[in-house]
């Protein structure tokens, strides 16, 4: 039966999340028609996040309660081309979310600001070190085609509408003590100061310190005292429950979209939030270079609808971004044979190491924790003067501590040797349990020939639709760089004299769906100049549809070491911004091909 | 998702008219007693009646909660605890049914980095291995688990950790394994209205303050000295 078609609007956005909520706001305040559709189901803190439901452990850690639902649609993952993929059966690895405010209500709110040096990689690298510096294997690294210049005014957007607490290290060129001296400038001072420290966040600064190292607050999203952001979300002061990470804040103190940007949407006339509405197609003009609307179903009735639209804004999660323009047939699929096409490209992951240590005599309290307590150096990473040549990796990363978000279930620190059950393990557990904290390393991960995202030839998601296939592993740049990593995390861990230390492993590691890593996932619709080898412009507008706009990390053509919400949330608004300013005017590419 | 606490009490009651009519497997009558007898565990389920396990299952899971949490100075014993209760309702609970898990095939072993790959739901699972299990132990020590020796579950235990036993006519001994030591801690350390961790033992064992934490002065106060904690769950303040 064919799809009933709606009257048209001018801007559909798919998915509501971070990027979504911001272009939510900002383009029905200036008075477009917009429809959100959301797969997930409306989200408020008074229903879903109230004391004391929203402290379960297990409803929202080991049950997953706010994620994505994997017997629905998941993705398929296989390290290497000769594998057969298989599917991601429960979610591990990585959490993407599933509501209204998407994984925006389950993160930590790590909020940075990526420098010229993740944008201007290519060049930066190939001056320093020479073209042979980088791999042929990594040929895909590039400049993404935009400055830290033209960002820091839409990184202070985001910073002031998401209450992000922290300190500045750079004002203005000029060094500021206490914050991260490696930081590029910005023009003022962060909306709130940083979080409390806690004990463990205290040990690794002051052997931070020691060490020669220059450690600062990591900035967060989350309110380090009450505050009210210029669109007039009330934010309150974090409290340090403990359950920041996988949950919905009561206390309104984690910025989220379903407490700022998407309230702030439906205040306009113009915006209409139509949730538990599952995008299957973006529909497009096979005569023009445009897309015409998106196919969608109502998950409550069945119902399949057409709603036409003069643009779309593709915001859903990372990897389901690149699989909706897989879906839709927008885009050249990447073919790692050739080395041709571009969707699918530079899919990038995230390299971790860590130490722990126990501390007899010592009590850590880890339950009082918040996103932003940790403390964290950033000397192998924003730092250009980290000399890389002797390691031969690309990149940089992150070394911090701070016990955010342990509980009981997932969370059970025992010395090394300890048995795993019995009165021993109980006893271990009442002495070493709070007694202990690890020290951990976040690294970027490089674009590799053979890591990237197709369409899966044998699975399919509750449409009938084709699952996205993941090929992904860890390779040479990211195992050199782990090397490092851990000798400088092992050195840091040493220094504080534990009573029992667990060391961190430099050896090369594979890429494994269980445990947990990390859900900054990014690349798949890389940005760049260059038509042939990027999805999208450096504004985030399709190179095949020039009113298709692609937000997300699955931009970045590279991973860095910070966490990516501040730099997607800056490019959201920069992406407003000039379709304000300059596409609505002339509609039409932004970038000459 | 208060509509989801509302159902699990709805759940739980069902469960407990349905023990009625089951089972011959009675609870420690000790599990009881302290139920009724605390406040802080009025909503923990007051009968033990099992809604998924069969009496052999049960007499299984009872010896391995049992002998995983000895009694002792830290603690009662695993099913004075309530984690043989913990498990029954997880297994017939939707994670126990496969909810939010991917089930279409083709069926592949796969790679160990590539996760669960079995056309079993958990409690798909735990009804195929336990029989299996049992039977290996039959097999090496002439009776079922719940009948060895301490010393003999405690080498069973570890021969399934580490692979060492073949589960015939059953999923692979690791996979079961690495699921029955999850739902076991989850059991010790999850809200006590999913049926464990009664009385709040496991949270007392390592201090966690449960549901309150309202720690802005907490920080500072206790930094390096242990917090005082009178842990509180869910149901303590419903």
């Given at each position: 039966m064919a799809a009933r078609k709606l009257k048209e609007v001018d801007a559909v956005i798919i998915g509501l999340g971070w990027t979504g909520g911001i272009l939510a706001k900002e383009l029905s305040e200036a008075g477009l028609k917009v429809v959100a559709l959301e797969r997930g189901r409306m989200t408020t803190t008074e229903a879903d996040f109230q004391l004391q439901q929203v402290r379960d452990e297990l409803r929202y850690v080991q049950r997953q309660e706010m994620m994505q639902d994997a017997s629905r649609d998941t993705v398929t993952m296989r390290n290497t081309p000769k594998q057969d993929a298989l599917p991601v059966r429960r979610l591990g690895s990585f959490l993407p979310g599933e509501a209204v405010g998407g994984s925006g209500l389950h993160w930590s709110g790590g909020t940075w600001r990526w420098s010229d040096n993740e944008f201007k990689v290519r060049s930066l690298y190939e001056q320093r070190y020479g073209s042979k510096f980088i791999s042929a294997e990594m040929s895909d690294l590039r400049d993404w085609g935009i400055s830290y210049a033209e960002l820091e005014r839409y990184y202070d957007k985001f910073e002031y509408m998401a209450a992000v607490s922290g300190k500045a290290g750079n004002l203005n060129g000029r060094i500021q003590p206490g914050g991260n001296p490696f930081e590029s400038p910005r023009a003022r001072e962060y909306p709130l100061p940083p979080l409390k420290n806690v004990l463990s966040s205290?040990?690794?600064?002051?052997?931070?310190?020691?060490?020669?190292?220059?450690?600062?607050?990591?900035?967060?999203?989350?309110?380090?005292?009450a505050y009210t952001n210029p669109d007039g979300a009330s934010f309150g002061g974090c409290q340090y429950c403990g359950f920041c990470q996988r949950f919905g804040c009561e206390a309104n103190a984690k910025a989220s979209p379903h407490i700022t940007v998407v309230p702030a949407a439906l205040k306009s006339q113009n915006f209409e939030l139509r949730t538990n509405a599952w995008v299957t197609q973006i529909l497009k003009d096979p005569s023009a270079k445009r897309v015409t609307g998106v196919l969608y179903t109502n998950l409550l009735t069945g119902e399949e609808l057409e709603q036409p639209a003069s643009m779309v804004m593709l915001c859903t999660f990372t990897m389901n971004n690149t699989h909706m323009m897989l879906l839709s047939g927008i885009g050249q699929p990447y073919d790692p044979a050739t080395q041709t096409g571009v969707i699918g490209r530079n899919y990038c992951y995230e390299t971790r190491t860590g130490a722990n240590l126990f501390f007899e005599g010592r009590t850590f309290n880890r339950f009082i924790s918040a996103g932003g307590t940790n403390w964290v150096i950033d000397d192998f990473n924003a730092n250009w003067d980290f000399d890389r040549a002797p390691h031969g990796f690309v990149g940089g990363y992150i070394v911090s501590a701070g016990h955010n978000t342990n509980l009981p279930i997932g969370n059970r620190p025992v010395p090394g040797g300890t048995p795993a059950w019995g009165t021993a393990w109980k006893q271990a557990?009442?002495?070493?349990?709070?007694?202990?904290?690890?020290?951990?390393?976040s690294g970027g991960s490089m674009p590799h020939r053979y890591n990237y995202l197709d369409l899966d030839p044998t699975y399919k998601n509750a449409f009938n639709q084709p699952l996205l296939r993941m090929t992904f592993d860890f390779k040479e740049n990211e195992h050199r760089m782990n090397a490092h990593a851990a000798q400088v995390v092992n050195e840091l861990a040493k220094s504080l004299n534990a009573t029992r230390m667990g060391s961190a492993s430099g050896k090369p590691q594979s890429w494994t769906v269980v445990p947990y890593l990390s859900t900054h996932n990014g690349g798949g619709t890389p940005m760049g100049t260059d038509p042939k080898t990027s999805a999208v412009n450096p504004f985030l507008q399709s190179w095949d549809a020039h009113n298709l706009f692609v937000m997300g990390a699955n931009v970045f053509p590279h991973n860095g070491a910070y966490q990516p919400t501040g730099l997607v949330g800056a490019l959201a608004y920069r992406t407003a911004d000039i379709i304000k300013s300059r596409y609505l005017k002339n509609p039409g590419p932004l970038v000459s091909a | 998702m208060d509509r989801d606490s509302e159902g699990r009490r709805a759940f739980l009651k069902g469960a407990v008219a349905g023990s009625a009519a089951a089972v011959t497997t009675a609870l420690p009558g000790t599990a009881s007693a302290q139920a009724a007898g605390s406040k802080a565990t009025a909503s923990a389920p007051a009968?033990?009646?099992y809604v998924f396990l069969t009496p052999d299952e049960g007499a299984f899971i009872e010896a391995v909660v049992d002998h995983m949490v000895p009694a002792d100075a830290l603690t009662p014993k695993g099913t004075d605890l309530g984690l043989h209760i913990y498990i029954d309702r997880a297994l017939a609970s939707g994670w126990g049914k496969g909810e939010r898990l991917y089930r279409q095939g083709p069926w592949k072993q796969g790679t160990g980095n590539q996760g669960y790959q079995l056309p079993l739901t958990p409690s798909?699972?735990?009804?195929?291995?336990?029989?299996?299990?049992?039977?290996?132990?039959?097999?090496?020590?002439g009776k079922t688990f719940d009948k060895v020796t301490p010393e003999q579950r405690e080498a069973f235990l570890v021969a399934m950790q580490q692979g060492k036993v073949t589960l015939e006519n059953g999923p692979p001994v690791r996979i079961f394994f690495g699921m029955l030591y999850q739902n076991v801690m989850e059991g010790m350390f999850a809200d006590p209205i999913y049926g464990g961790n009664r009385d709040k033992a496991g949270w007392k064992l390592v201090n966690f303050p449960g549901v309150i934490a309202t720690n802005q002065q907490n920080i500072d106060k206790f930094r390096d000295r242990r917090m005082p904690t009178n842990p509180l769950g869910i149901a303590d303040i419903s």
């Amino acid at each position: 039966m064919a799809a009933r078609k709606l009257k048209e609007v001018d801007a559909v956005i798919i998915g509501l999340g971070w990027t979504g909520g911001i272009l939510a706001k900002e383009l029905s305040e200036a008075g477009l028609k917009v429809v959100a559709l959301e797969r997930g189901r409306m989200t408020t803190t008074e229903a879903d996040f109230q004391l004391q439901q929203v402290r379960d452990e297990l409803r929202y850690v080991q049950r997953q309660e706010m994620m994505q639902d994997a017997s629905r649609d998941t993705v398929t993952m296989r390290n290497t081309p000769k594998q057969d993929a298989l599917p991601v059966r429960r979610l591990g690895s990585f959490l993407p979310g599933e509501a209204v405010g998407g994984s925006g209500l389950h993160w930590s709110g790590g909020t940075w600001r990526w420098s010229d040096n993740e944008f201007k990689v290519r060049s930066l690298y190939e001056q320093r070190y020479g073209s042979k510096f980088i791999s042929a294997e990594m040929s895909d690294l590039r400049d993404w085609g935009i400055s830290y210049a033209e960002l820091e005014r839409y990184y202070d957007k985001f910073e002031y509408m998401a209450a992000v607490s922290g300190k500045a290290g750079n004002l203005n060129g000029r060094i500021q003590p206490g914050g991260n001296p490696f930081e590029s400038p910005r023009a003022r001072e962060y909306p709130l100061p940083p979080l409390k420290n806690v004990l463990s966040s205290q040990l690794f600064a002051e052997a931070a310190t020691k060490a020669g190292y220059h450690p600062f607050p990591r900035p967060a999203a989350n309110a380090s005292r009450a505050y009210t952001n210029p669109d007039g979300a009330s934010f309150g002061g974090c409290q340090y429950c403990g359950f920041c990470q996988r949950f919905g804040c009561e206390a309104n103190a984690k910025a989220s979209p379903h407490i700022t940007v998407v309230p702030a949407a439906l205040k306009s006339q113009n915006f209409e939030l139509r949730t538990n509405a599952w995008v299957t197609q973006i529909l497009k003009d096979p005569s023009a270079k445009r897309v015409t609307g998106v196919l969608y179903t109502n998950l409550l009735t069945g119902e399949e609808l057409e709603q036409p639209a003069s643009m779309v804004m593709l915001c859903t999660f990372t990897m389901n971004n690149t699989h909706m323009m897989l879906l839709s047939g927008i885009g050249q699929p990447y073919d790692p044979a050739t080395q041709t096409g571009v969707i699918g490209r530079n899919y990038c992951y995230e390299t971790r190491t860590g130490a722990n240590l126990f501390f007899e005599g010592r009590t850590f309290n880890r339950f009082i924790s918040a996103g932003g307590t940790n403390w964290v150096i950033d000397d192998f990473n924003a730092n250009w003067d980290f000399d890389r040549a002797p390691h031969g990796f690309v990149g940089g990363y992150i070394v911090s501590a701070g016990h955010n978000t342990n509980l009981p279930i997932g969370n059970r620190p025992v010395p090394g040797g300890t048995p795993a059950w019995g009165t021993a393990w109980k006893q271990a557990l009442a002495k070493w349990s709070d007694a202990s904290m690890s020290i951990t390393s976040s690294g970027g991960s490089m674009p590799h020939r053979y890591n990237y995202l197709d369409l899966d030839p044998t699975y399919k998601n509750a449409f009938n639709q084709p699952l996205l296939r993941m090929t992904f592993d860890f390779k040479e740049n990211e195992h050199r760089m782990n090397a490092h990593a851990a000798q400088v995390v092992n050195e840091l861990a040493k220094s504080l004299n534990a009573t029992r230390m667990g060391s961190a492993s430099g050896k090369p590691q594979s890429w494994t769906v269980v445990p947990y890593l990390s859900t900054h996932n990014g690349g798949g619709t890389p940005m760049g100049t260059d038509p042939k080898t990027s999805a999208v412009n450096p504004f985030l507008q399709s190179w095949d549809a020039h009113n298709l706009f692609v937000m997300g990390a699955n931009v970045f053509p590279h991973n860095g070491a910070y966490q990516p919400t501040g730099l997607v949330g800056a490019l959201a608004y920069r992406t407003a911004d000039i379709i304000k300013s300059r596409y609505l005017k002339n509609p039409g590419p932004l970038v000459s091909a | 998702m208060d509509r989801d606490s509302e159902g699990r009490r709805a759940f739980l009651k069902g469960a407990v008219a349905g023990s009625a009519a089951a089972v011959t497997t009675a609870l420690p009558g000790t599990a009881s007693a302290q139920a009724a007898g605390s406040k802080a565990t009025a909503s923990a389920p007051a009968t033990a009646g099992y809604v998924f396990l069969t009496p052999d299952e049960g007499a299984f899971i009872e010896a391995v909660v049992d002998h995983m949490v000895p009694a002792d100075a830290l603690t009662p014993k695993g099913t004075d605890l309530g984690l043989h209760i913990y498990i029954d309702r997880a297994l017939a609970s939707g994670w126990g049914k496969g909810e939010r898990l991917y089930r279409q095939g083709p069926w592949k072993q796969g790679t160990g980095n590539q996760g669960y790959q079995l056309p079993l739901t958990p409690s798909e699972l735990y009804r195929a291995a336990i029989p299996a299990a049992d039977a290996a132990c039959v097999k090496a020590y002439g009776k079922t688990f719940d009948k060895v020796t301490p010393e003999q579950r405690e080498a069973f235990l570890v021969a399934m950790q580490q692979g060492k036993v073949t589960l015939e006519n059953g999923p692979p001994v690791r996979i079961f394994f690495g699921m029955l030591y999850q739902n076991v801690m989850e059991g010790m350390f999850a809200d006590p209205i999913y049926g464990g961790n009664r009385d709040k033992a496991g949270w007392k064992l390592v201090n966690f303050p449960g549901v309150i934490a309202t720690n802005q002065q907490n920080i500072d106060k206790f930094r390096d000295r242990r917090m005082p904690t009178n842990p509180l769950g869910i149901a303590d303040i419903s």
